[in-house]
């Protein structure tokens, strides 16, 4: 499968931004998905992660109660819809599909994915 992410750009603070993680194949079904963040200087971070089923969903304490990750199997595509944006929320945000038979496993950590998306740049400004 290959992931293409997009729906970034420039808000102000208090904003909210839909990401998209459209995948190509027919068995998007069988990976778990996650959205990760990159800054300069900074390792990579995790942000959310579904499962394959899309019935479990984890997130990163900074962005707990303000981004909701989702999944539509039909359409292909994972979804982060992102509110109450913060300036340190700037970052390219990447999804990540790893292949699984479990339906309710999610993984929370950069090493599990082996299949990543390029970028897509989220700017808030203050």
């Known amino acids: 499968v290959q992931l293409q992410a997009y729906g970034g750009g420039l808000v102000q603070a208090g904003a909210s931004l839909r990401l998209s993680c459209a995948a190509s194949?027919?068995?998007?079904?069988?990976?778990?998905m996650g959205w990760f963040r990159r800054t300069p200087g900074k390792e990579r971070e995790f942000v959310a992660a579904?499962?394959?089923?899309?019935?479990?969903?984890y997130y990163a304490d900074s962005v707990k109660g303000r981004f909701t990750i989702s999944r539509d199997n039909a359409k292909n595509t994972e979804y982060l819809l992102m509110n109450s944006l913060k300036p340190e929320d700037t970052a390219v945000y990447l999804c990540?599909?790893?292949?699984?038979?479990?339906?309710?496993?999610?993984?929370?950590?950069?090493?599990?994915?082996?299949?990543w998306g390029q970028g897509t740049l989220v700017t808030v400004s203050s």
């Open positions: 990540a599909a790893k292949p699984t038979t479990n339906d309710g496993s999610i993984y929370a950590r950069t090493w599990s994915y082996g299949l």
């Open positions: 194949g027919r068995t998007f079904n069988n990976y778990a």
């Open positions: 579904i499962s394959r089923s899309g019935d479990s969903t």
